[in-house]
C-alpha cells in the first residue's frame, strides 16, 4: 500500500508561517488533499486537488505538490489554527497520512 | 444546510453485530460517492468502505472484508454499515463522508462522527 509520511508535529509562532510536509513515492503525480481536525471535532476539507481552496476556507491556507513532497502552508497563523492535519491521496484505495499536529505558541 | 448525521454507535462486545446509520439532507444524496473513515481513540483517520451512487460497486479495506457490509438505500437518503464480528480494534469513531465529484476526489462533507466501542 501507498505509505503517506507527515512530521507528529509542528510548532510556529501566531503570525509566522507553518509548512507541513506529507511524503510519498512520487506524490507529485498524485491529487493531494488536506483536512484541518479540532479536537472532538470531525475533519474539514481545507485544500483539495493539491492546491484548491474550499469557500470558506481562507485565503491564508495553501498548498503545493512537487517530487516526493506535497507541502500545505497556513500563512499568518492564528491561535485558532491549532489542530491535527492530515493528508490524503487515492491510490488503489484511499490513504491518509499519520497525521500532524499543529501546535501555536 | 447539507449535513450528513450518524447514528448506531454504541458498546458491543467481541464478536457481536452493529448497525451504523447516516442520514443525508441539503444535497442530491444519489448523486454521490459515498464513505465510511474511522478514528481509533488518539490515532489517525483510516477509510473504511464506500459505494457507488447506484449501490452497483462496493469497496473495502482488507482489515474489514467480509465482516462488514455498506450499502445505501435512496430513497431514504441514508447510508449504512453493517458491521459483523466485531474485534477491539474496530473500536472506533466512524464518520461518514461525501466524495466530491471527479477522479481521485476529496471527502468535502463529514458527519460529526458515531462511536463504536468493542469491548467485553
Known amino acids: 500500500s501507498y505509505v503517506l509520511t507527515q512530521p507528529p508535529s509542528v510548532s510556529v509562532a501566531p503570525g509566522k508561517t507553518a509548512r507541513i510536509t506529507c511524503g510519498g513515492n512520487?506524490?507529485?503525480?498524485?491529487?493531494v488533499h488536506w483536512y484541518q481536525q479540532k479536537p472532538g471535532q470531525a475533519p474539514v476539507l481545507v485544500i483539495y486537488?493539491?492546491?484548491d481552496r474550499p469557500s470558506g476556507i481562507p485565503e491564508r491556507f495553501s498548498g503545493s505538490n512537487s517530487g516526493n513532497t506535497a507541502t500545505l502552508t497556513i500563512s499568518r497563523v492564528e491561535a485558532g489554527d491549532e489542530a491535527d492535519y492530515y493528508c490524503?491521496?487515492?491510490?488503489?484505495?484511499?490513504?491518509f497520512g499519520g497525521g500532524t499536529k499543529l501546535t501555536v505558541l | 444546510e447539507v449535513q450528513l448525521v450518524e447514528s448506531g454507535g454504541g458498546l458491543v462486545q467481541p464478536g457481536g453485530s452493529l448497525r451504523l446509520s447516516c442520514a443525508a439532507s441539503?444535497?442530491?444524496?444519489?448523486?454521490?460517492?459515498m464513505s465510511w473513515v474511522r478514528q481509533a481513540p488518539g490515532k489517525g483517520l483510516e477509510w473504511v468502505a464506500n459505494?457507488?451512487?447506484?449501490?452497483?460497486?462496493?469497496y473495502y479495506v482488507d482489515s474489514v472484508k467480509g465482516r462488514f457490509t455498506i450499502s445505501r438505500d435512496n430513497a431514504k437518503n441514508s447510508l449504512y454499515l453493517q458491521m459483523n464480528s466485531l474485534r477491539a480494534e474496530d473500536t472506533a469513531v466512524y464518520y461518514c463522508?461525501?466524495?466530491?465529484?471527479?477522479?481521485?476526489?476529496?471527502?468535502?462533507?463529514w458527519g460529526q462522527g458515531t462511536m463504536v466501542t468493542v469491548s467485553s
Open positions: 490524503q491521496v487515492w491510490d488503489s484505495r484511499v490513504g
Open positions: 512520487n506524490i507529485g503525480s498524485k491529487s
Open positions: 486537488y493539491d492546491s
Open positions: 441539503g444535497f442530491t444524496f444519489s448523486s454521490y460517492w
Open positions: 459505494i457507488k451512487q447506484d449501490g452497483s460497486e462496493k
Open positions: 463522508a461525501r466524495e466530491h465529484y471527479g477522479d481521485f476526489p476529496p471527502f468535502d462533507i
